[in-house]
């Protein structure tokens, strides 16, 4: 497991309120929820399909973990699997590549460079 890089999918409207405020306090889930969902390569194309399907202006962004230090937790999340969870705001300092959300020819995610 890469433990060093995660991602999270945002609506248009919360990327572009991130690039505003260079910080992003969480989408109403994670607000609920007392933490920001993130997903890894492995998991990121099941939480689109899980908790996306159907959206337009979708944006992947890359977050570097390492800049996020001890307020990352991976705990056991859907399929007992784990999952990176941030437990403060996500600084646009720790996102490394963004772009929207799209597929290849087979309907797989694809990530920004």
Do not use: C
């Amino acid at each position: 497991m890469n433990d060093t890089v995660a991602y999270k999918i945002l609506t248009g409207e919360q990327f572009q309120q991130l690039l505003a405020d260079k910080v992003f306090d969480g989408a109403p889930i994670d607000k609920a929820d007392g933490y920001i969902h993130m997903s890894t390569a492995a998991q990121a194309q099941e939480t689109l399909e899980k908790h996306f399907a159907g959206q337009d202006s979708l944006v992947l962004a890359a977050v570097d973990l390492t800049v996020l230090g001890d307020a990352v937790k991976w705990e056991v999340s859907r399929g007992d699997a784990l999952f990176p969870h941030i437990y403060a705001d996500l600084p646009l300092s720790a996102v490394i590549a963004h772009g929207p959300v799209a597929y290849d020819a087979d309907g797989k995610l694809t990530f920004p460079a």
